[in-house]
């Protein structure tokens, strides 16, 4: 079975654009995931914990065979190959790997919740979002990514990450070099 996956990207240590753009290469080169598909970079101001660097977010859409708990497995590792340290809850981090949604999955557990607990309420998640599916559908709240964008109203701290001048654009890289996960 194949089903949506949403993946959000977070950085805010280091060369952030090269560890985003890292995760987005491994994605698609991840057998199980196809149709690898990245929205636009954003700076965000750090929401939570707030003395610490602005990030760069971003959301990767997949088609996944993996289930989610594999998935997210698989993100932690992607993670710990980015050398993440997990010093403090919501503190500064070279890689963060969420599971924002799974197709219409509502799943509770320790280790993993789906849709991501804190979605409607980030506009660094949503924005990116709206840029891949802004009809997609809040499987709790049966409202599109639109309009919680929406409600959250307009947020001048997360921003197109510019490159030279242009917005900064996550590559996919050409179908054929799968690794399993
Ligand atoms: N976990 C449960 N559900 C999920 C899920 N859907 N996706 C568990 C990923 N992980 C999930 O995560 C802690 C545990 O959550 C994991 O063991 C996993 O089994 P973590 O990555 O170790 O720690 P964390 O990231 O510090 O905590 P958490 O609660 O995941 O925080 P968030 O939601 O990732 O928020 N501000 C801006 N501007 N941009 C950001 O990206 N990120 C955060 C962290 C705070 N502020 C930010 C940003
Ligand atoms: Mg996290």
């Known amino acids: 079975m194949v089903e949506s996956a949403y993946i959000g990207l977070g950085s805010n240590l ?3 654009l090269a560890y985003l753009q890292r ?3 491994a994605l698609a080169e991840t057998s199980g995931l196809t149709g690898v598909l990245a929205s636009g970079v954003y700076e965000t101001a750090p ?16 088609d996944s065979r993996l289930a989610p708990e594999a998935l ?12 993440r340290q997990r010093d403090r809850h919501w503190g ?4 963060d ?3 924002l949604l799974f197709g219409s999955r509502c799943l509770t557990s ?3 919740t789906v849709p991501h607990p804190h979605l409607t309420a980030r506009s660094f998640v949503l924005v990116p979002l709206c840029d891949l599916d802004p009809e997609l559908i809040h499987p709790v709240t049966g409202r599109t990514v639109a309009e ?10 997360t921003r197109p990450y510019l490159v030279g001048g242009s917005p900064a654009i996550l590559s996919t890289p050409p179908s054929g070099s799968q690794t399993h996960a």
């Open 14 to 16: 280091g060369d952030r």
């Open 23 to 25: 995760a987005v290469t």
């Open 47 to 62: 929401y939570g914990v707030t003395d610490q660097p602005w990030f760069l977010n971003a959301v990767v859409r997949a």
């Open 72 to 83: 997210l497995e698989h993100l932690q590792r992607l993670e710990a190959q980015a050398h």
């Open 92 to 95: 500064p981090r070279t890689l």
């Open 97 to 99: 790997l969420d599971l």
């Open 110 to 112: 320790p280790a993993l």
């Open 148 to 157: 919680h964008r929406h409600a959250l109203g307009p947020d001048p701290t």
